[in-house]
């Protein structure tokens, strides 16, 4: 019965997260911001246990505070400042690692699926990469508008 409530959420929430709000923005669902927050918890939690206890394993402390508090960083920085718009035209795309990216869907020369991360590379003649992670509430609109420019994602 669990395996398949899991499978149910998995495909629930996919597909709420493909249609998005429907008007062509292109943001993180919430759970994103809300990881983040649990891992910067976390690191807080480790370092009260680190300092209210005598331990053995302050190097090991040390080191998942240090790989909880980068992973809580990047899905904090991920899920609050990447954005986007997607209409006819084109796609405007904004990253807190790659900036800003607007191009027109004339200018695309090459789209691939990266299974292994679960993301749509698309690359343009400016030679721009954009990168839409399947986590992204609206990605949808990003396939359709692939799709009817003869595109096979």
């Not at 990047?74 to 400042?81: A, F, K, R, S």
């Not at 900036?99 to 993301?119: I, K, N, P, Q, T």
Request: aromatic share 10%; net charge positive; glycine share 14%.
């Amino acid at each position: 019965m669990g395996a398949f409530a899991a499978w149910f959420a998995v495909r629930w929430i996919g597909a709420r997260l493909r249609i998005g709000a429907g008007d062509g923005s292109l943001v993180f669902a919430p759970f994103l911001e809300r990881l983040g927050i649990l891992q910067l918890l976390g690191v807080a939690v480790l370092a009260w246990v680190g300092l209210s206890r005598e331990h053995d394993n302050y190097p090991a402390l040390i080191a998942l505070a240090v790989a909880l508090a980068i992973g809580g960083v990047y899905c904090l920085c991920e899920g609050i400042m990447t954005r986007g718009k997607v209409d006819e035209t084109g796609i405007l795309f904004i990253t807190p690692w790659g900036g800003r990216r607007d191009e027109a869907w004339r200018d695309l020369r090459s789209v691939h699926y990266r299974s292994w991360c679960g993301m749509y590379v698309l690359r343009f003649r400016s030679g721009s990469v954009i990168r839409v992670s399947v986590l992204l509430s609206g990605h949808g609109a990003v396939l359709r508008q692939l799709r009817a420019r003869g595109q096979r994602v």
